[in-house]
């Protein structure tokens, strides 16, 4: 049985092994570069820009798998495209001048209204103004949620194929219609760069690299729906996402409970307190086996289609992370393992 589309991941996980170093040296001379800082694990600058090695590989793979194996491959729809290139100019701005959080809010807004009413095509969500604002305002939190996930080396890098992995199981169980170049994209060149960006890393994603990985995320869920807007399929999509959306819920409520900014970067992660426990490493596994679990979970509700079972399993995620985060909250956080 042939897996479809399976070619474009090592060829994106090529691309991207060719691409970095090259984007490293033009990074370093474009001053796309993090400086060691009070609340930052390296002691060296580091280039950023890494998000634009994936970029490319997530374009140029499956137009090399078009003309390796002459297969049919969807082109992504032009909404998609356009508010990723909002998604990645929005963080490579951030990277070299660092916006404020209004203005970078309208940026991701702006990348979130093209994925929602013209890059996909939910019908309920377009029928009803009031569910798509909710849509909207849960894109822009993804976005931040893997942007707030980006502070450990290697982490976006080991997490983002797992899930991607989720959504390609949700096609070729269940057929929902995700576009499946893109997530086997994700697979390849995440792979890819996990190379360079494993502890310690060499390169970082950056702001660009976050955001895009974040928006890839949000538009592989909303593909997903497309066929069928169903609470059991948007639990099934909540599961398979659980892990950022536990982070960000715990750091949110953390920094208000502690009476500080939500907006303003930290060591206060979820992340940060499980490398006190485990080091990068055991942190990396810990989040790789969370996001495998997740995605199975995932799959497993969309094929479901009885309330308890799906309330059920929900449920113990929901009580897992709660456990999680009771258990983590008195760990200080250490700042060996922030990028």
């Known amino acids: 049985m042939r897996i479809p589309l399976l070619e474009v991941a090592p060829l994106a996980f090529t691309l991207v092994l060719i691409l970095t170093p090259l984007i490293r040296r033009l990074a370093r001379a474009t001053g796309y570069v993090d400086h060691p800082g009070a609340r930052k694990a390296h002691v060296e600058s580091t280039p950023l820009l890494g998000g634009l090695a994936i970029a490319v590989a997530l374009v140029a793979g499956p137009v090399l798998a078009l003309a390796i194996t002459s297969g049919p491959i969807e082109p992504p729809h032009i909404g998609i495209v356009v508010g990723a290139l909002i998604a990645l100019t929005l963080g490579m701005v951030d990277d070299r001048l660092p916006l404020g959080p209004r203005d970078k809010l309208v940026g991701q807004a702006a990348a979130a209204v093209c994925l929602v009413w013209w890059g996909t095509h939910v019908v309920p969500i377009h029928q009803n103004i009031f569910l798509g604002l909710l849509t909207l305002l849960g894109v822009i939190a ?57 502890p310690p890393a060499r390169i970082f994603l950056g702001d660009a690299g976050s955001h895009l990985l974040g928006f890839a995320l949000a538009a592989l869920s909303l593909q997903a729906l497309e066929s069928s807007f169903t609470w059991p399929h948007l639990t099934s999509i909540v599961a398979i996402l659980a892990y950022p959306i536990f982070d960000v819920v715990f750091v949110v409520a953390d920094r208000i409970h502690g009476g500080r900014p939500i907006y303003l970067g930290s060591t206060d992660h979820t992340t940060h307190r499980l490398g006190r426990l485990f080091g990068r490493w055991g942190t990396l596994a810990f989040v790789a086996m969370a996001a495998g679990v997740n995605a199975g979970v995932g799959v497993w509700i969309w094929g479901r289609s009885d309330p308890p079972s799906i309330f059920g399993a929900i449920c113990g995620l929901g009580l897992a992370y709660a456990v999680l985060g009771t258990l983590l909250r008195p760990i200080s956080p250490t700042t060996t393992s922030v990028t």
């Open 142 to 198: 993804l976005l931040n949620a893997i942007n707030f996930l980006d502070n450990m080396d290697g982490l976006l890098s080991t997490m983002i194929p797992i899930s991607a992995g989720g959504f390609i199981a949700l096609a070729m169980i269940h057929g929902a219609p995700v576009h499946l170049a893109l997530a086997w994209g994700l697979i390849g060149a995440c792979s890819g760069f996990l190379v360079f960006n494993a």
